[in-house]
């Protein structure tokens, strides 16, 4: 059979985003200060959605021709494949609509996490919703092409490592780009775990399972091998929710990628309380040039409404800093528009924002993802259900003490404060634009590396060198339960 894979950009979507429902760009709000953040976010050619590459590599094992289509509808398909984002859907049911009118006696198949949570949306569209992982497709594909019924339940997937590796071949892999990660390109995307363990009751990577499952180390980078030679990429970017969660993988998989025959960056989304200051060396040793961050908001009693677990102050200004020592960027993302807020909330997120300093900062615009516990919660609180709308930008909810327009001000006004200051230049400028570090840029972070990461002299002939706060280096001897019972670290914290 010949299989098409329908996609879109249009509307800035990035379809890997935000568990599966994806995100848009900033529209770049605030005159010429905020176009020229927009035209940062604009340079980017984000990968094709993982779980697309994962289905070409299936349909191609089992026989099929696979074609990748953008915004054309070809002929002569047999099934069509959508993995529709919540602001595209529109044009994603359109789509399915030329399909079946051009095409009699095809098959729709929808995948992905509109299809999950919000089956509803496809009413009167003669399709089938893949309810599950589409990779199961390996297992189930004769089931669901046979089915009558209009939702298929096809599971997850138990053991990851019995997938082919991601097929990129149809996918222009040549043009993938990363810029706020990397400044090596062609860009892969790599995953080694799926799911989080954590509750925040308005992530969508929680509403399939609250679990998480992993990789075997080897088989992760035996794909990144063969991604540097199929491919030709010189960057990876985990797609895991939460990296870190199991020490003994991360340390693993670093001595194999250390081992790699070209040298890689690589950049990984995680906690700040999973990365210990051992294990971001360890990583940077090998490749690591990036990572990603939920700091959110300031607001303690924000986080625990919404069920996010805090993260102390001083750790994450620290691990800003000890990331920016050791030449990893951090991009770290802010959350306003929450009903209650207030400007005076919104602006103390700013200011928390500009304290902590991250090389990246992204403020976010609350949205609720249908069907998180936090959809539920303020439904009566919605003010616009066109999902068009829910690209992470754009204020969407009724607010308690402000207007849609002032918090959409007001969320300009945080983007242009933030990267429009000297203390942001001076500190993340090496790191955002490496090749200033030629012209001596930087070289006060990078003697701080140098202070940070020195071994430790002996007792008997110095001291030991002074900790970064709550986060150090381990020194030789120490063993990791030593280093968390001097710093009040739970012993149970992983990475």
């Known amino acids: 059979m010949h299989i098409v894979l329908w996609d879109t950009r249009q509307l800035d979507a990035a379809k890997d985003f935000a568990g599966g429902f994806g995100v848009g760009q900033y529209q770049g709000r605030g005159g010429i200060a905020g176009r020229i953040i927009r035209w940062g976010y604009k ?11 994962y289905m070409s590599a299936i349909f191609k094992k089992l026989g099929h021709t696979v074609e990748y289509s953008e915004d054309r509808v070809p002929r002569g398909g047999d099934i069509y494949v959508f993995n529709p984002s919540l602001i595209t859907l529109h044009l994603e049911r359109c789509a399915m609509r030329r399909a079946l009118n051009e095409n009699p006696g095809c098959k729709i198949w929808v995948t992905g996490l509109v299809a999950y949570a919000i089956p509803e949306a496809f009413d009167g569209l003669h399709v089938t919703l893949i309810k599950g992982e589409p990779e199961q497709l390996l297992w189930k594909f004769d089931d669901v092409h046979s089915a009558q019924e209009r939702i298929v339940d096809v599971g997850r997937v138990d053991d990851l ?54 990789r075997e180390p080897e088989s992760v980078v035996e794909e990144i091998r063969l991604g540097i030679r199929n491919y030709g990429f010189q960057s990876f970017k985990f797609r895991d929710p939460l990296f870190g969660l199991d020490r003994k993988r991360v ?9 790699l025959p070209h040298k890689i960056q690589f950049s990984i989304e995680s906690r700040i309380d999973l990365l210990r200051p051992e294990t971001l060396k ?10 990603t961050v939920g700091i959110e908001t300031p607001s303690e009693d924000t986080l625990k409404q919404y069920k996010r677990a805090p993260v102390r102050d001083d750790r ?18 802010f959350m306003i528009g929450f009903p209650e807020d207030t400007e005076r909330s919104i602006l103390d997120v700013l200011k928390y924002a500009k304290q902590v300093n991250p090389t990246w900062a992204n403020f976010n615009v609350v949205t609720p993802y249908p069907g998180t516990e936090f959809f539920n919660i303020v439904k009566d609180q919605i003010a616009n259900f066109d999902f068009t709308q829910y690209n992470v930008y754009t204020p969407v909810l009724k607010y308690q003490h402000l207007t849609s327009k002032q918090v959409q001000d ?40 140098e202070a ?16 970064l706060g709550g986060l150090r280096i381990l020194q030789p001897g120490e063993t990791q339960a030593a280093a968390c019972h001097t710093h009040g670290h739970d012993k149970n914290d992983a990475a």
């Open 43 to 53: 340079r980017d050619r984000r990968p094709t959605a993982l779980n697309f590459a």
């Open 161 to 214: 490592d019995k997938l082919p590796f991601p097929d990129w071949s149809s996918f222009e892999p040549h043009r993938f780009r990363i810029g706020y990660d990397f400044w090596k390109f062609p860009t892969g995307l790599v995953q080694q775990s799926r799911g989080c363990t954590f509750k925040c009751n308005y992530c969508p990577y929680i509403i399939v399972e609250n679990t998480t499952r992993f």
């Open 251 to 259: 340390i693993k998989m670093a001595e194999l990628i250390g081992k």
């Open 282 to 291: 360890m990583l940077h040793d090998v490749g690591l040039v990036s990572i």
């Open 316 to 333: 994450q200004r620290e691990f800003v800093a000890l990331c920016r020592a050791m030449g990893i960027r951090t991009v770290a993302g």
């Open 410 to 449: 007001l969320h300009a006004r945080c983007f242009i404060k933030y990267y429009f200051r000297g203390r942001w230049l001076k500190t993340n400028a090496h790191l955002a634009w490496p090749w200033l570090r030629a012209f001596g840029v930087g070289r006060t972070w990078m003697a701080q590396k």
């Open 452 to 467: 940070l990461l020195k071994p430790a002299e002996s007792p008997a002939h110095g001291a030991v060198p002074k900790p």
